[in-house]
């Protein structure tokens, strides 16, 4: 433990079997802060979220990761939560037969917080995300929404008081109102609490709402490009060329023009009547 509050990534390699993926990724976010990661289709950005959390299947090959002094990476992905980490997941898990209090009653209860607390907590919570009460009780993400189902992550990043949330595309399948929603809610718990905040995504539109410190464009599993909120602009309007430059031309998709043209699937900000 060094007493110093930072979310610390060095120099981290990481792959599948024989593959890498990560080549080298440094990273620092301090409470309070967003950081986002951009990058193409392909270029590692889901690896890292799942590297960061212990997904299994993943071979780490050099570096560390360390949460406020403590080392993740030896860690099992409940005791990276439990050490302050929360991944907000691209596709939440249905999980028939549990509710989100019992979810939350047991996390809190396996973290060392009082369990009581938690009915007043997910209720004041669910009524800043505008989540309807009577969804609390019904089995979690079971049958939900795309938008409901991303308000239930922002619901329990909110409740467990995590203090580093990893936002895996959080704006991808989300309505304009619940992604407006959600990202002011995690904008204010940075605010408030100093939630610090690792926004991957490929869509500067979450970044008007969450407003990031730094920004950072991955290509080939590392970090090419780094600057303040004026990048993820320059990406909007330039496209991963323009800001990439020749690293650009080593990347193995061809499309390489602005973002709604270069492969990234449907664009949930698109102008239907363009
Ligand atoms: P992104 O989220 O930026 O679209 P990913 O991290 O999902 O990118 O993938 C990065 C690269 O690693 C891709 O080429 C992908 O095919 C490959 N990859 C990711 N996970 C696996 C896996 N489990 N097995 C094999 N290849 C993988
Ligand atoms: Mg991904």
Redo the contacts with the bound molecule.
Sequence with gaps: MTGEHVLRIEGLWAG??D?E?LRGIDLEIRPGEVHAVM??????????SHVLMGRP??EVTAGSVTLDGVDLLGLAPWERAQAGLFLCLQHPTEVPGVSLEALLTEAARAGGRDPDTVREALVAEAERLGIDERLLERPLNVDLSGGEKKRNEALQLGVTGARYAVLDEIDSGLDVDALATVSRRIQEATDEDGLGVLA?THFSRLLEVLEPDRVHV?SQ?SIRVSGGPELAEQLETEGYVGVLGDAAADEPETLVGLPHAAGFGEDPFADPLA
Excluded at 39 to 48: D, H, I, V
């Design positions: 599948v079997a593959t993926i990058g193409r289709n392909g270029s590692g950005k889901s690896t890292l299947g993943y991957i991955l599993g």
